[in-house]
Nanobody, 121 residues
Framework: QVQLVESGGGLVQAGGSLRLSCAAS????????MGWYRQAPGKQRELVAT???????MHADSVKGRFTISRITAKNTVDLQMNSLKPEDTAVYYC???????????????WGQGTQVTVSS
């Protein structure tokens, strides 16, 4: 079994910053990718940023230049530095990991429990 645990959410004023962290633990053979998604009330979950095991990153257009994903491979952790936050960034942020539990299976997606980010205007 694999667990993803997020931390770092909270309430911040517009223009402020927050840093989210996520740690993967359990039966991990290799981490193919890790990333962050978010879901605002009444909306579908959307991709925010991802990073592959090779270090390639992707950020959604809505957060480019404001959010930065980073990862400590040896610790199976991924962080999301969020700057210049806007009220529209308010959502529950979920950590995602595509993880292989053994060498003989494909990677599968695992999710954290979510952490609330609220940006006040």
């Amino acid at each position: 079994q694999v667990q993803l645990v997020e931390s770092g959410g909270g309430l911040v004023q517009a223009g402020g910053s927050l840093r989210l962290s996520c740690a993967a633990s359990g039966s991990i053979f290799s981490v193919m990718s890790m990333g962050w998604y978010r879901q605002a009330p009444g909306k579908q979950r959307e991709l925010v940023a991802t990073m592959t095991s090779g270090g390639s990153t992707m950020h959604a257009d809505s957060v480019k230049g404001r959010f930065t994903i980073s990862r400590i491979t040896a610790k199976n952790t991924v962080d999301l530095q969020m700057n210049s936050l806007k009220p529209e960034d308010t959502a529950v942020y979920y950590c995602n990991g595509n993880i292989k539990s053994t060498a003989y299976v494909r990677g599968r997606d695992y999710w954290g429990q979510g952490t609330q980010v609220t940006v006040s205007s």
